[in-house]
């Protein structure tokens, strides 16, 4: 079994920045595609970001030039850099991952980390 663990939120103001980690944990497993999904109060969970195992990026269209999701494979980590931060990026900000264990395949997450951006 692997644990994925978010850390890094918090309360900022408008204009701000937040750096989120992911850290995976657990018996012998493969990361593979790695993303940031976010659920702000009423609403569906939403895609950010997501990164390939070879680093490639994607961004949501309200993220896009703002966050920088990144990854070390070594570690079995990953990142969410948030900057220029509006009110409207508050939600709950949860890892995701693909992580395969011997021929199995899991799409595993994290138990989430608020993020609030608030004057």
């Known amino acids: 079994q692997v644990q994925l663990v978010e850390s890094g939120g918090g309360l900022v103001q408008p204009g701000g920045s937040l750096r989120l980690s992911c850290a995976a944990s657990?018996?012998?497993?493969?990361?593979?595609?790695m993303a940031w999904y976010r659920q702000a109060p009423g609403k569906q969970r939403e895609l950010v970001a997501t990164?390939?195992?070879?680093?490639?990026?994607n961004y949501a269209d309200s993220v896009e030039g703002r966050f920088t999701i990144s990854r070390d494979n070594a570690k079995n980590t990953m990142s969410l850099q948030m900057n220029s931060l509006k009110p409207e990026d508050t939600a709950v900000y949860y890892c995701?991952?693909?992580?395969?264990?011997?021929?199995?395949?899991?799409?595993?997450w994290g138990q989430g980390t608020q993020v609030t951006v608030s004057s």
């Open positions: 995701n991952a693909l992580v395969k264990i011997g021929t199995a395949l899991f799409n595993s």
């Open positions: 990164i390939t195992l070879g680093g490639n990026t």
């Open positions: 657990g018996s012998v497993f493969t990361l593979g595609a």
